[in-house]
């Protein structure tokens, strides 16, 4: 049986969050899948492992729901499968109702309708990205993701603001650390999208005029482009893989926060009021505590 992984999301307006997530939970548990999906009224975001036949049942159930006609499925490789068929890549299946499909803390500042978030950034396609970066010379690169994903990967010469968390990010922008970049084309990335849907409208609401998102995010720029591209190293993600590359020939841009060797392992900083990860290569252990503490201690 073949492993894989999914990932999706659908902005749009749900008057039954909670209906959703109940049908959601029964059609996850009948297909045997694990994985994690949030629901709000303001739409789904889901990552499911499992079986590939039964993934592709649930892809077909979820989208004769009219309002996730739409939803742009992105599929990679699973780690494998227990004696049970389910994913080893996720250890349960958690399917809850929150305020936000994705936490920045700014529900009340974000407006979808039936076309999805009103007022975020323009997409690009990966080919259209491209041809940005080749026709304007003052192009900036803006990470949607916590500081510690962009360790083991990201793209040349991207921004990487210092939030330990999403909900960092509305106060980082309100900060005017950015505000020089509000006259210059800014592109904003994540892991498959979601992110930065809500990252660009935030972005587009405190004056910055000409701001873009990666269109499915990095997965979707990887399977574009590989390792041949603006992007470099390996992809963080969320689940039991840690980490997902785009070809045998990924630059490894991790650096061990003990030792310095070029790594992209990653495990829990040691300061456990702390949610970020840190690279440690495996001769130097498995306790280590990231950056902002190894400079407060």
Not at 155 to 165: H, L, M, Y
Request: net charge negative; hydrophobic share 40%.
């Amino acid at each position: 049986m073949l492993a894989k992984v999914l990932l999706f999301y659908v902005f749009t307006p749900l008057a039954d969050p909670e209906a959703v997530r109940l049908w959601q939970r029964d059609l996850c548990e009948m297909l045997g899948l694990r994985g994690r999906i949030l629901v709000s009224r303001h739409g789904i975001n889901g990552t499911l492992g499992g079986e590939m036949s039964a993934l592709k049942a649930y892809v077909r159930k979820t989208k004769q729901y009219a309002p996730f006609r739409g939803a742009d499925i992105k599929w990679s490789a699973g780690t494998g499968l227990d004696d049970e068929g389910r994913s080893l890549d996720f250890p349960r299946l958690s399917v809850k109702a929150r305020d936000e499909i994705v936490s920045f803390g700014a529900a009340d500042e974000l407006t979808v309708d039936a076309s999805g978030v009103v007022g975020g950034g323009a997409h690009l396609a990966p080919g259209e990205l491209h041809r940005l970066v080749e026709t304007r010379d003052d192009v900036v690169f803006f990470d949607g993701r916590n500081a510690f994903e962009a360790e083991i990967g990201r793209f040349r010469d991207a921004i990487v603001p210092d939030v330990e968390t999403t909900r960092d990010f509305v106060a980082e922008l309100d900060s005017g650390r950015y505000d020089h970049l509000k006259h210059r084309p800014v592109v904003t990335y994540c892991t498959g999208g979601i992110r930065c849907e809500v990252l660009s409208s935030l972005m587009t609401a405190r004056g910055f005029g000409e701001v873009y998102q990666l269109d499915g995010g990095i997965v979707r720029y990887g399977e574009t482009f590989g390792n041949a591209g603006l992007w470099e190293g390996s992809l963080y993600v969320f689940d039991g893989r840690e980490s997902m590359t785009f070809g045998d020939d990924a630059a490894v841009l991790g650096r061990c926060a003990s030792c310095g060797a070029p790594d992209e392992r990653m495990v829990n900083c040691a300061d456990e009021a702390c949610r970020s990860r840190v690279v440690l290569c495996g001769d130097c252990g498995d306790r280590a505590v990231c950056s902002r503490h190894a400079v407060a201690a």
